[in-house]
């Protein structure tokens, strides 16, 4: 546990407020265009249901955009293929697409790391994008960032996902259903 806690205190070192727009508190949103349904949320799982396989199979994270068409259809740009611990969804979902949320996957099973909880910057890059996001984790658990809340929340827990088949919770770091900008930075 203190070997995983060290790491990522290393990795949110590594990056200050500063190398991504400054402090999140002060980003002022606009409201969400349109309010989030049962529909979207299983669009979401749906599409990660679809991605999670091939990121836990590589250990690579794997990003989007998710909005709605002209027609009010929920759409998802293709997934990019991101790094280990990092990924960057493309700048806009294309015309006439309202974007909704992000979307990454956390990769495969890594017992150093927090990988079954949003990190610190998962939060921060939605703040600063102007955008909620998805989250899927190894051990199958879906979370929503709420950009303008800053904070994430566990839509289901263990398993409701395609799951590592490696995954194994951690009895040391039990997993709330709600996380804040601010509880993230303490990690």
Same mark, same amino acid.
Request: hydrophobic letters at 40%; proline letters at 6%; aromatic letters at 10%.
């Given at each position: 546990?203190?070997?995983? #806690?060290g ?11 500063a ?6 508190a ?5 409201? /969400? ?7 979207e949320i ?7 249901n679809?991605?999670?396989?091939q990121?836990?199979?590589?250990? !690579? ?6 909005? =709605? ?18 990924c960057?969804?493309?700048a806009s979902?294309?015309?006439n =697409?309202?974007? #909704? ?14 990988t079954?909880?949003?990190s610190?910057?998962?939060? !921060?890059?939605?703040?600063?994008d ?13 979370w929503?960032?709420?950009a303008?809340?800053q ?7 263990? !398993?409701? #996902?395609v799951?590592?088949a ?11 259903p /709600?996380?804040?900008?601010q509880?993230? !930075?303490s990690?």
């Amino acid at each position: 546990m203190l070997r995983r #806690l060290g790491l990522f205190l290393f990795a949110l070192a590594a990056c200050d407020d500063a190398e991504l727009g400054g402090d999140p508190a002060t980003i002022v949103m606009a409201p /969400r265009p349109f309010a989030q349904t049962e529909a979207e949320i299983a669009f979401a799982a749906d599409l990660f249901n679809g991605l999670q396989a091939q990121s836990i199979d590589e250990g !690579r994270e794997y990003c989007g955009l998710i909005g =709605v068409d002209a027609d009010g259809a929920y759409v998802a740009t293709t997934a990019r293929r991101g790094g280990k611990a990092t990924c960057l969804p493309p700048a806009s979902a294309g015309a006439n =697409v309202t974007v #909704l949320a992000s979307y990454h996957t956390h990769g495969h099973y890594k017992p150093a790391f927090l990988t079954e909880i949003p990190s610190y910057d998962d939060i !921060r890059t939605d703040i600063e994008d102007g955008t909620d996001g998805y989250v899927a984790t190894p051990g199958g658990r879906l979370w929503y960032i709420d950009a303008r809340a800053q904070e994430a929340r566990l839509i289901c827990g263990t !398993r409701c #996902l395609v799951s590592d088949a490696d995954f194994q919770e951690d009895p040391a770091f039990p997993v709330f259903p /709600r996380y804040t900008l601010q509880d993230l !930075r303490s990690f």
